[in-house]
């Protein structure tokens, strides 16, 4: 037990410290994200303080990960630290001088294929590659667009590790539980400088790098039991659900849905006159009151995990289609020239 909370106690000073650090680099070199159109802040912030959680899994995934009672493969590790590193290496240069996207992208496929490729090393079907590639890239962008506000996804990050290192340590996979719980309390030590008003943004170097990690840490339990896939699903469903009906919404109607815009939920809801603290109360309600307790509920009855998973996202799209719809009768009149 005191191995366990000296790792959960390095991870939260170390990515505390770092943002801290990333708070003073970033207004020395003007890393700043000023206010406009198409942002919902109203004073120049500094970026990049995701790079604390970045250094966090660094320092203290291959400890974790290799050193612990029920070891991972080290290929394993090798292709998560080396995803990780490539993810946040694209990030970092994107908030210095804008990368675009192709390069981008690639950088992004390439860390995936090299985790899958590691995943599949250790004895996993290599069948399922096809499906893996898009669903980390698709992770890694839904995390990116859903870091908008002040402390969302850091809380998000808080609870989907807490949550996926329940499911591990349910499956007897103490490493990967302690895994994911650096992944909660690290993004703690970054949120306690992000909450409203916050002090410095996570940053494309941070917002990429946890979608890559809850992948992941997906996966991983997937490679531990395939059952366990459907609770950890559920417990992304507010951002997937978000930045999945957004995406659709913005393409059929013949939008970019790449370029920058304000039409997610939680942008609408800030929009109408919400606070960042309340917007970002509104997801932490669904993920305490529906997300929870749907995973439990898909855990405990591993024969009904699909179909629990399934009415969890069909309710969680049902409320942003409410949610949404309210929006958009209460939108002020300067955004009454605006269509969702």
Not at 13 to 40: E, F, M, T
Not at 69 to 86: C, D, H
Not at 182 to 199: E, I, Y
């Amino acid at each position: 037990m005191t191995w366990v909370i000296g790792w959960l106690l390095s991870s939260f000073a170390i990515a505390w410290l770092s943002a801290r650090v990333a708070i003073v680099y970033a207004h020395r070199r003007g890393i700043l994200d000023r206010p406009g159109q198409r942002r919902s802040h109203t004073v120049p912030t500094p970026r990049g303080g995701g790079i604390g959680i970045v250094l966090a899994s660094l320092a203290c995934l291959p400890a974790v990960l290799l050193r612990a009672q029920v070891p991972w493969p080290s290929t394993t590790v090798a292709g998560l630290l080396a995803a990780l590193l490539l993810v946040a290496l694209a990030g970092w240069w994107d908030d210095h001088r804008s990368l675009p996207i192709l390069p981008r992208f690639a950088a992004q496929l390439l860390a995936v294929l090299l985790f899958a490729a590691a995943l599949g090393a250790s004895g996993m079907p290599w069948w399922w590659l096809p499906l893996l590639l898009p669903a980390g890239a698709w992770s890694i962008n839904l995390h990116n667009f859903m870091d908008g506000i002040d402390g969302l996804l850091a809380q998000q990050a808080m609870f989907v590790g807490a949550g996926l290192a329940w499911l591990a340590w349910s499956a007897g996979q103490g490493s990967l539980a302690l895994a994911a719980g650096c992944l909660a309390t690290a993004s703690l030590g970054f949120w306690l400088l992000n909450r409203s008003p916050a002090r410095i943004f996570m940053g494309d170097v941070g917002s990429g790098s946890v979608g890559l990690l809850v992948f992941a840490f997906t996966a991983m339990l997937w490679r531990v039991d395939a059952a366990l896939l459907w609770p950890a699903l559920i417990l992304s469903s507010a951002f997937a659900t978000d930045a999945s009906l957004t995406l659709l919404t913005r393409y059929f109607r013949g939008r970019r849905w790449y370029s920058a815009h304000r039409e997610h939920l939680y942008q609408w809801l800030v929009r109408c006159g919400m606070t960042h603290r309340r917007g970002s109360a509104v997801y932490m309600a669904w993920n305490l009151a529906c997300a929870a307790p749907s995973a439990w509920l898909a855990c405990s009855h591993p024969r009904l995990g699909l179909l629990i998973t399934i009415g969890a996202y069909v309710a969680a799209a049902a409320l942003w289609m409410a949610l949404k719809r309210r929006c958009l009768q209460r939108r002020p009149p300067k955004d009454c020239h605006a269509v969702a």
